[in-house]
């Protein structure tokens, strides 16, 4: 079983900064792309930011400049600081991940539950 655990979420204002942390753990063979999605009300799910188990990453271009995606392979544990945050920056936050699990060798990406981020005055 492998398991996905966000944290961090939580009411800012605008202009503040909040950093999301998602630790994998479970039966763990191997953790390729890790990234962070998110969906606000009456809208799709959206990627926000992914990285590789290389380093390598991407943005969508709302957050360019604002996010910065890192990861701790020994930790197993991708981060999301979010700086100059926006009100449409208000969404659950979802972590993903690409994973083989020791239990089925087959690379299958996981969900966490979802961090819920609002940016208000």
């Known amino acids: 079983q492998v398991q996905l655990v966000e944290s961090g979420g939580g009411l800012v204002q605008p202009g503040g900064s909040l950093r999301l942390s998602c630790a994998a753990s479970g039966s763990i063979f191997r953790i390729y792309d890790m990234g962070w999605y998110r969906q606000a009300p009456g809208k799709q799910r959206e990627l926000v930011a992914g990285?590789?188990?290389?380093?390598?990453?991407n943005y969508a271009d709302s957050v360019k400049g604002r996010f910065t995606i890192s990861r701790d392979n020994v930790k197993d544990t991708v981060y999301l600081q979010m700086d100059s945050l926006k009100p449409e920056d208000t969404a659950v936050y979802y972590c993903?991940?690409?994973?083989?699990?020791?239990?089925?060798?087959?690379?299958?990406?996981?969900w966490g539950q979802g961090t819920q981020v609002t940016v208000s005055p």
């Open positions: 990285i590789t188990n290389g380093g390598a990453t």
């Open positions: 993903n991940a690409d994973i083989i699990s020791r239990a089925t060798f087959l690379r299958r990406p996981h």
